[in-house]
């Protein structure tokens, strides 16, 4: 079983849609999640940064974090072609080793 | 700042042959990595290092090899190449990584190199 999951899409959505790109994992340990987006042919960029249960928001940005489910959630309200991009969840395992474990990454395309 | 650097962009290596990735950072950064991303395969870190002079093992180094004597570089050598390394590298660097909590974890990532191997 992997330790991070993540559906790996393609999602295509009609701009305005509001987006739900989800990972699950199976180390009950992990405190730290991450959302990356990656454009075509570029490198990932941080997107949102949280490290407990809830909500946090950040404009059209949402992570949603259930620990007791093992599963992180991003959405994306009023989507725009802009964020066509592939979305990569993040966690850091415990023990400080240096480590980030990705997910497969979603491609998200949003059409106008 | 221009952030973190690689070279070259694309590279096509014969096999058997050898190269040099280059990364450097200008963030004053620590902690510096290198990743191979695949298709629908995510990120699997190769190798990272804490300082210059202290490098170590990642999920996949296997076939590569690290250095690190300064704070800015960090260059990756592939000394025989395989069909298998055909991938997009990355290099990417962070203040500090563990679970402070603070968001000082968050890398940043290099544009990548493109390397396929024949």
């Known amino acids: 079983q992997k330790e991070v999951e993540q559906d790996p899409g393609p999602l295509s959505v009609p701009e305005g849609a509001i987006v739900s790109l989800n990972c699950t994992y199976s180390?009950?340990?992990?405190?730290?999640f991450m959302w990356y987006r990656q454009y075509s042919r570029k490198g990932p960029e941080l997107l949102m940064y949280?490290?407990?249960?809830g909500n946090k928001e950040d404009g059209r940005f949402t992570a949603q974090v259930d620990k007791s489910s093992k599963y992180i959630s991003l959405f994306i309200r009023d989507s725009q072609p802009s964020d066509s991009a592939t979305y990569l969840c993040?966690?850091?395992?415990?023990?400080?080793?240096?480590?980030?474990?990705f997910g497969q990454g979603t491609t998200l395309q949003v059409k106008p | 700042n221009a952030g973190v650097t690689q070279t070259p962009k694309f590279r096509i290596l014969k096999i058997g042959q050898s190269m040099t990735l280059q990364c450097t950072q200008d963030?004053?950064?620590?902690?510096m990595y290198w990743y191979r991303q695949d298709p629908g395969m995510g990120l699997k870190l190769i190798y990272y290092?804490?300082?210059?002079?202290?490098?170590d093992k990642g999920e996949v180094p296997n076939g590569y090899n690290v250095s690190r004597s300064t704070t800015e570089d960090f260059p990756l050598r592939l000394e025989l190449a395989a069909p298998s390394q055909t991938s997009v590298y990355f290099c990417?660097?962070?203040?500090?990584?563990?679970?402070?909590?603070?968001?000082?974890?968050?890398?940043?990532f290099g544009p990548g190199t493109r390397l396929l191997v024949l």
């Open positions: 963030m004053n950064h620590n902690y």
């Open positions: 180390n009950s340990a992990f405190q730290y």
């Open positions: 290092s804490v300082g210059a002079g202290i490098t």
């Open positions: 993040a966690m850091i395992p415990p023990g400080n080793t240096g480590k980030l474990i």
């Open positions: 990417a660097s962070s203040y500090s990584f563990g679970t402070s909590g603070g968001g000082q974890e968050t890398q940043y």
């Open positions: 949280t490290y407990s249960s």
